[in-house]
């Protein structure tokens, strides 16, 4: 039995398409979806707002909040919660040169109300929490603009998304690049200081996600503790990544054990999940998996998950003290190896 409760996003379950090439897998419509996730073990579902309400651009804010009730009766019917709602403010024509930082301001204007609706969404399937992927704030053309008025503007649209609901909670997914080429916040180091920047730091936070930390360079369990550590960790987004290349959204722990193990340990040790969070995961099939087997990619990455929250709850923290307050790093370093390697 795992201690922490499991959130994925419809997204995870796709057909297969990629810059290169079409679908290789049907698509599966979102019912199916639910019933497969709960079946599987998830207790919550994370949204884009055209997740929830695909035509939105068509229909007007009440219509919106209307077929979001909807979507929320299906998640009840299989006993699901909703995590956040995410605006997607990459796919859109608006959106061709980002969102809030945007070179156009007819095109801001249009992220901001992606932005609110998203709020209306989360509201109407009883979350209070929007997550931010910022896909397209930055530049393709370093000059095109400012970095010190892109900053201010994410900092002026997260303060206007506050003032819009008195309780919402704003959550920033960091990544250093791709599809934009230089982002604006590629870390949870930044994700903080635009946080501290807001009119209420308290309801701005961060979504780690192991691929976007590895992206740039970095360590997933080291940005999830600097996270933990100014409690700003709203939420995960868990997965792995073969070095700096793509983003490939791999089955979590597939690529490197270790530090996977080391992710789970440090949610583990700072009991992550109290305060109701989420352990959410980011994985994409593989572009070869067959029909049935289009959610083998979550129950592997929650296996994994499981099996490493066991192999913390087994570590033998006293004998690790003892060596670590001799000193003795080889003999720490190879008891965790051991443990990971079930040879103790
Ligand atoms: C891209 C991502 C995104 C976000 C999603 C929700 C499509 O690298 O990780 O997945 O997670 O938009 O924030
Ligand atoms: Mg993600």
């Known amino acids: 039995m795992s201690a922490f409760k499991f959130s994925v996003g419809p997204w995870n379950v796709h057909a297969g398409a990629d810059s290169y090439g079409p679908a290789t897998r049907n698509e599966i419509d979102l019912e199916t979806k639910f019933a497969k996730f709960a079946e599987i073990g998830f207790s919550a579902v994370q949204f884009h707002d055209d997740d929830a309400v695909p035509d939105m651009n068509n229909m007007t804010d009440e219509e919106i909040k209307e077929y979001a009730r909807g979507v929320k009766k299906l998640l009840d019917k299989y006993g699901l919660a909703a995590e956040f709602v995410a605006p997607r403010l990459w796919m859109d024509p608006h959106t061709a040169d980002g969102g809030f930082m945007s070179s156009r301001k007819e095109d801001r204007d249009y992220a901001m109300w992606r932005a609110y609706r998203s709020i209306d969404i989360a509201r109407e399937l009883g979350c209070d929490l929007i997550v931010l992927w910022l896909a397209r704030e930055g530049t393709l053309c370093a000059e095109s603009k400012s970095p010190v008025w892109a900053t201010k503007q994410l900092v002026e649209a997260i303060n206007k998304m506050l003032e819009y609901d008195s309780t919402i909670r704003i959550c920033i997914e960091p990544k250093p690049n791709e599809p934009i080429d230089r982002s604006i916040c590629g870390t949870i180091g930044h994700v903080m200081a635009i946080s501290a920047a807001t009119i209420d730091p308290k309801r701005v936070g961060g979504n780690l996600e192991s691929a976007h930390a590895i992206l740039a360079g970095l360590?997933?369990?080291?940005e999830i503790?600097?996270?933990?550590?100014?409690?700003?960790l709203?939420?995960?987004?868990l997965n792995d990544q073969n070095s700096i290349r793509y983003d490939q959204d791999k089955s979590f722990g597939v690529e490197n054990i270790r530090a996977a193990f080391n992710q789970v340990k440090v949610l583990v040790e700072n009991n992550y999940g109290s305060?109701?969070?989420y352990v959410g995961l980011d994985v994409k099939a593989m572009r070869t998996t067959s029909d049935e087997d289009s959610y083998e990619h979550l129950k592997n990455s929650l296996?994994?998950?499981?099996?490493?929250e066991e192999k913390v709850a087994r570590y033998d923290y006293e004998y690790a003290n003892k060596l670590i307050e001799?000193?003795?790093f080889e003999q720490l370093e190879m008891y965790t190896m051991n443990l990971i390697m079930g040879l103790v």
């Open 275 to 277: 305060k109701g969070e």
């Open 219 to 222: 360590d997933p369990a080291h």
């Open 225 to 232: 503790g600097f996270a933990l550590a100014f409690d700003k």
């Open 303 to 308: 296996d994994i998950f499981k099996a490493l």
């Open 234 to 237: 709203f939420t995960v987004h």
């Open 326 to 328: 001799e000193r003795k």
